[in-house]
Structure formats: structure tokens, C-alpha cells
């Protein structure tokens, strides 16, 4: 069974940094593109950041760029997303996931619909 368990969110002010993890289980980790997303009340679900499980060539949002880091180990099998410079349209559920396609070639996917397991969400709340 798969299992993707998000950890690491929390209210903080806006500047400030948060760390997110995701431990992943029942997955072959290693072979998979990984991506963030997250979800604001009212708003759709909305790509951040994502990794391709070979190189880990990273593609960003516009809204994170300079800000946010993504990363893994795929020893731990443990996704990361490293934010710094929080602001208050931050704030959202986030949420990790993995591509449906293992040891794929292509580039990591944009859209929710590729992805194929998901975390329950962490909430971050930034305040001004």
C-alpha cells in the first residue's frame, strides 16, 4: 500500500521559512518523478515544484522561484521543499505526490491529473 505522509507545515509570519517533508512508503521512490502542489480555500489544486527521480532536474512555479527548494533522498525515501521568504499567498494546503509513470523520461508533469498518489496535505499559514 502506498503512502505518502506530508509533516512540517505550521503557522509562521511572512519572511520567515518552513521546512516540508514527505515520507514515502509502499513505493519504489526512487524511480519516481516527485512533485508539490498545493491547494487554497476556494482554488484549485496548484503545481509548486517538481523532481524527476534520475537526475533530479527541478521545475519551478514563477510564484516560488528564488524561494522555494525542492529536494529528495531517495536513501530515506523522503521528498523535501524547502520555503523561504514566506508570504501570506503562501498559504495554503500542501500536498506531495508522485507521477502515475515509473522511470519516466519525460519532464516533470504539470497537472494534478499525472499524478498518481498523494499525501493527506500539510496546512501552512503564513500571516502578514
Known amino acids: 500500500q502506498v503512502q505518502l505522509v506530508e509533516s512540517g507545515g505550521g503557522l509562521v509570519q511572512a519572511g520567515g521559512s518552513l521546512l516540508l517533508s514527505c515520507a514515502a512508503s509502499?513505493?519504489?521512490?526512487?524511480?519516481?518523478?516527485m512533485g508539490w502542489f498545493r491547494q487554497a480555500p476556494g482554488q484549485e489544486r496548484e503545481f509548486v515544484v517538481g523532481i524527476t527521480w534520475n537526475y533530479g532536474n527541478k521545475y519551478y512555479a514563477d510564484s516560488v522561484k528564488g524561494r522555494f527548494t525542492i529536494s529528495r533522498d531517495n536513501g530515506k525515501n523522503t521528498l523535501y521543499l524547502q520555503m523561504n521568504s514566506l508570504k501570506p499567498e503562501d498559504t495554503a494546503v500542501y500536498y506531495c505526490?508522485?507521477?502515475?509513470?515509473?522511470?519516466?523520461?519525460?519532464?516533470?508533469?504539470?497537472?494534478?491529473?499525472?499524478?498518481?498518489?498523494w499525501g493527506q496535505g500539510t496546512q501552512v499559514t503564513v500571516s502578514s
Open positions: 505526490a508522485a507521477d502515475w509513470r515509473p522511470l519516466s523520461t519525460d519532464p516533470v508533469a504539470m497537472r494534478a491529473g499525472d499524478y498518481e498518489y
Open positions: 509502499g513505493v519504489a521512490f526512487s524511480r519516481y518523478n
